[in-house]
């Protein structure tokens, strides 16, 4: 999908009805405001012209001095009437009002949820896609036109009655008055879509300021970042980015505001010949006789008012075009297309283990020519024991994300006792894999839920015998609320909270690994930031804790291969050797080597 197919992918009528059933099914007591603020928006200033005409002509109409009690008195009742009237329909439009701005900030929060109810459900290989992050990222900052719309929409049509009955009464004094108004409208119209046309020609030149802007503002806030800030002489270098990209945006900041400044001129100057004309063809029939004062005063807010609609409409009209352009990337990205099966799945998945079996599997980056995974096929059996070894970048990582289901392949099949994971839902998928990656994110949450994964039902006596056996009982017994401790210092006023080394953070996850007990154990280079008798501790508890799993493990440390059942050399995205470790010793290739280039660190 190209940026151009994005962002024209829907026409304006069908980003209209689409809004406008969004907000039928959120809550339809918000048409209840919706219908009877067009029809009062344009009666009030209707009547506000008519009643000082009708007004000033029940008392210039009549001879001097004929001006009576009764008289007095119906204007008086007229005046009351007029009151009246104003406030009762003055009430209504106001809780109109109400009802409509009331909404607005409901509709875009209901937007945000969408979108990010979509980014967390969608799938993962789309969470590490560039073009898709961007989609999400514009999607998230289009939301208001899309709450935003609606409301334009209502003063569209606001504007449209008023247009109907102003210009009703303009042709009735003189047609040339219509359409010297008209004429003003339509070029201020016109200029402004020059304004709009020239913004979304240029919007991305800005947009990669903006996005260069945000990363260094969040150095701010980054505490790995700042340490090597810190200790290092990178101030400088960032205040000249910083200064460098501020200029870059504000030389387009700049360039808009030039160009957002003609319509407004134009206006001024179309106001000044339009009122020139309109006082010039009343004075001249006041004078003549044909109208009187009131006709007079009527006339010209009638002129006013439709001036105002037609150029309001005329902003209306170019701002329901911005934003239907805008939502089309709401749209794009909530229908962003998901690759994994999410229906019943069609076989039971009930075993206490299972064989994985990968049948010429590939795997390219999207945006990449080359493959990172090449062709590989080999079957791990009920309960096996599998280790995956091989140099940095040599794709273990990539073919564990294709195992348990985070990647697609491009071609070829894994596939669970026989069945394609393409017939499994992924959810369901998910549930069999306890998984401890290298890297990790540790939420604002306590060490309760974030073991346990949720919120409610937490069987905290398990969690503190997963803590034990991943040793790290002890660190937590010595937090102030224990297992209920949050992690993020700070972040909860009443909570000081905590922070765990590298090392107590792989304890971490594989503690909420051993809590979600799944049949396949994937640890990717678990011993990572621990020491080695740390290292060899924790291989020990791996091999009791896998006892009766599927379980595969990454590693760069050959020395803690040895109890596995079967060693896979991976290199360049491809199986180079396969066995156990004193069959590949024997063999003296590129698994010997690397084990003797290693093994003096151990001796």
């Not at 903006?210 to 980054?222: C, E, H, K, V």
Request: glycine content about 6%; hydrophobic content about 40%; overall charge neutral.
């Amino acid at each position: 999908m190209t940026k151009k197919d994005e962002i024209q992918k829907y026409s304006v009528f069908q980003n209209i009805r689409y809004c406008l059933a969004n907000v039928w099914q959120w809550d339809k007591s918000f048409y209840l405001g919706f219908i009877p603020r067009i029809f009062l928006s344009v009666a009030l200033p209707l009547a506000t012209i008519y009643f000082p005409m009708l007004l000033i002509g029940s008392i210039t109409n009549r001879p001097v001095g004929t001006l009576d009690h009764p008289v007095w008195l119906d204007l008086i009742i007229l005046i009351a009437v007029f009151c009246i009237l104003f406030a009762l329909f003055d009430w209504i439009s106001v809780v109109s009002e109400t009802k409509v701005n009331s909404m607005q900030g409901i509709f875009q929060i209901r937007y945000n949820d969408a979108c990010d109810e979509k980014y967390r459900l969608t799938d993962y290989q789309n969470t590490e896609n560039v073009q898709i992050n961007d989609l999400y990222n514009n999607a998230k900052h289009r939301t208001y036109d899309a709450e935003n719309i609606v409301k334009t929409l209502n003063d569209f049509f606001i504007n449209s009655l008023g247009i109907i009955s102003f210009g009703a009464i303009i042709i009735l004094l003189d047609p040339i008055i219509l359409l010297l108004i008209i004429a003003g409208a339509l070029i201020n119209f016109f200029l402004l879509r020059i304004v709009r046309k020239y913004i979304e020609n240029n919007r991305r030149n800005w947009q990669e300021a903006d996005r260069r802007n945000g990363y260094l503002y969040s150095l701010n806030y980054s505490f790995e970042k700042i340490k090597d800030i810190k200790l290092y002489p990178y101030i400088g270098l960032i205040n000249n980015t910083v200064d460098k990209c501020q200029k870059e945006r504000l030389y387009w900041h700049r360039k808009v505001i030039n160009k957002e400044t003609l319509p407004p001129l134009a206006d001024v100057l179309m106001t000044v010949i339009r009122n020139g004309v309109v006082y010039f063809i009343l004075l001249s029939q006041l004078l003549n006789g044909d109208i009187d004062a009131g006709m007079f005063i009527f006339f010209f807010g009638a002129v006013t008012g439709f001036s105002g609609w037609l150029n309001s409409i005329s902003w209306q009209v170019g701002d329901i075009l911005t934003m239907s352009m805008n939502i089309n990337f709401i749209r794009s990205f909530l229908e962003t297309k998901d690759i994994f099966y999410r229906n019943e799945t069609k076989v039971l998945l009930n075993e206490a283990t299972y064989d994985i079996e990968l049948k010429n599997l590939r795997f390219t980056y999207p945006g990449c020519d080359n493959e990172t995974i090449s062709g590989i096929d080999f079957k791990i059996k009920k309960g096996e024991k599998i280790a995956l070894v091989g140099a940095n970048g040599a794709g273990k990582t990539t073919l564990v994300k294709l195992i348990c289901g985070l990647y697609y392949p491009t071609t070829g099949d894994v596939k669970l006792n026989n069945t394609s994971i393409r017939e499994i839902n992924i959810n369901d998928y998910y549930n069999l894999f306890s998984v401890v990656f290298q890297e990790h994110r540790i939420l604002p949450i306590t060490i309760a839920e974030f073991i346990s994964g949720t919120g409610v039902n937490i069987n905290r006596e398990k969690v503190r015998e997963c803590l034990e056996l991943a040793g790290l009982m002890a660190r937590v017994e010595k937090c102030p609320k224990g297992i209920d401790t949050s992690f993020m210092v700070d972040f909860y006023g009443d909570d000081p909270g905590l922070e765990f080394s590298g090392g107590e953070a792989q304890k971490l996850l594989l503690a909420r690994a051993l809590y979600k007990d799944a049949p396949i154990l994937i640890l990717d280079e678990p011993t990572a930031a621990l020491d080695p008798i740390a290292e060899n501790e924790m291989y020990q508890r791996f091999n009791e804790f896998s006892k009766n799993k599927t379980a595969i493990y990454i590693s760069h440390r050959l020395a803690s291969t040895r109890f596995c059942d079967r060693i896979i050399l991976i290199d360049n995205g491809t199986i180079t050797e396969q066995g156990t470790h004193d069959e590949l010793i024997k063999k003296q290739a590129q698994y010997f080597d690397m084990f003797e280039a290693q093994s003096h660190y151990y001796k």
